[in-house]
């Protein structure tokens, strides 16, 4: 008769993160234990290492349910960056797992009108999780709440989360007028594709034009990310002199949000520092070629690299300065061209 096995010692041999989900999945099916799970942690000291445990089984993509835990610990009378974290979380929770969306809008609610010192909710991390009915219940219960900061603030976001521009329009046409709220009217109206209304807006108000424009283009390369796209935004941001600044922050924007969208820009970059043909450009050109290396394992397109570099390589062989640089980066040039490559920086 085969003996029972030993479950307490197989248990230790698991790590932190697998016995959490065995934990969780088995809380999903036990209310009682997951009222036990939760007490417990509540109690556990600070909430820090909770959110740890929150965030890294998010991040791993559990499917079990974390709504109840990361709300209690939105709920929890954490400091100002815990607790901000803690909400953040429960944003994510929620899009796995969505709640009732009546009680998420209310909780929402709840949060910003009757607990004095608490974070600004950004309304736009539970809209998915709200839907078309959390949302409608958020904006009838805003209509009947007494008007103050809070109410107008979730108000806009409202209006903005649901793409209601007139609505958007108007709440900021009555704020006292500013260079940002001008050119958040622009980017609002360019996004809903009213474009001669951004222009005109852009070029009666006290922001000059050419600000207007840029905003303009800004936001269609956020909308529609492409070489064109990168291109026009390159134009406006070199005519105000802000070309430096505003490249780095798309392409930062862009590798983080859609490495897949990002590789085409990254790779006109390289192409446009390597046509400056001086050593400072190539050396530029390396270090973004490193980084194109990294969105292409990113957008698990890794053998589209080599051929890209492959290419490149060939194209510029003659470059040896280029390939030299390309090298210092760590880079590994595809073996024919390396060879050549090396006879030719060798002669």
């Not at 934990?23 to 740890?52: F, I, K």
């Not at 929770?93 to 969306?101: E, F, G, I, K």
């Not at 958020?138 to 806009?156: M, Q």
Request: glycine share 6%; charged share 30%; hydrophobic share 40%.
């Amino acid at each position: 008769m085969t003996s029972a096995p030993d479950l307490r010692a197989y248990l230790r041999t698991l790590d932190a993160e697998t016995l959490a989900e065995l934990l969780l999945e088995q809380a999903d099916r036990d209310p009682r234990l997951r009222h036990e799970l939760e007490l417990r942690a509540v109690a556990y000291g600070t909430v820090g290492p909770v959110l740890d445990t929150l965030q890294r089984l998010l991040d791993a993509g559990t499917q079990a349910d974390l709504t109840p835990l990361a709300r209690r610990m939105a709920d929890t009378e954490a400091s100002g960056a815990e607790l901000r974290r803690a909400i953040g979380l429960y944003a994510r929770a929620c899009a796995v797992h969505r709640p009732d969306p009546r009680e998420l809008a209310d909780w929402i609610l709840d949060t910003q009108l009757d607990r004095p010192g608490w974070p600004e909710i950004n309304l736009a991390d539970f809209a998915a999780a709200l839907g078309d009915e959390g949302l409608a219940h958020l904006k009838a219960a805003l209509a009947e709440a007494p008007e103050n900061d809070a109410t107008r603030r979730l108000t806009e976001q409202l209006a903005e989360v649901t793409g209601d521009v007139d609505t958007l329009l108007a709440i900021l046409s009555a704020q006292p007028p500013t260079p940002a709220t001008t050119l958040r009217i622009v980017r609002m109206l360019r996004s809903a594709g009213r474009h001669g209304e951004a222009i005109a807006h852009a070029a009666r108000t006290v922001v000059h034009p050419r600000e207007g424009v840029l905003a303009l283009r800004r936001a269609e390369f956020r909308r529609h990310p492409s070489p064109d796209t990168y291109r026009a935004l390159r134009a406006a941001a070199e005519e105000l002199g802000r070309w430096p600044e505003e490249r780095e922050q798309a392409l930062a924007r862009l590798a983080e949000h859609d490495p897949a969208q990002a590789i085409p820009v990254y790779r006109l970059h390289v192409d446009e520092l390597i046509q400056l043909k001086d050593p400072g450009g190539y050396r530029e050109a390396a270090q973004r070629l490193r980084e194109l290396r990294a969105l292409h394992k990113r957008a698990d397109r890794v053998p589209e690299f080599g051929e890209y570099l492959a290419g490149l390589v060939e194209t510029h062989k003659r470059k040896t300065r280029l390939l030299v640089e390309v090298r210092n980066a760590r880079i590994a040039l595809p073996r024919v061209v390396a060879g050549r490559g090396a006879a030719t920086m060798g002669a």
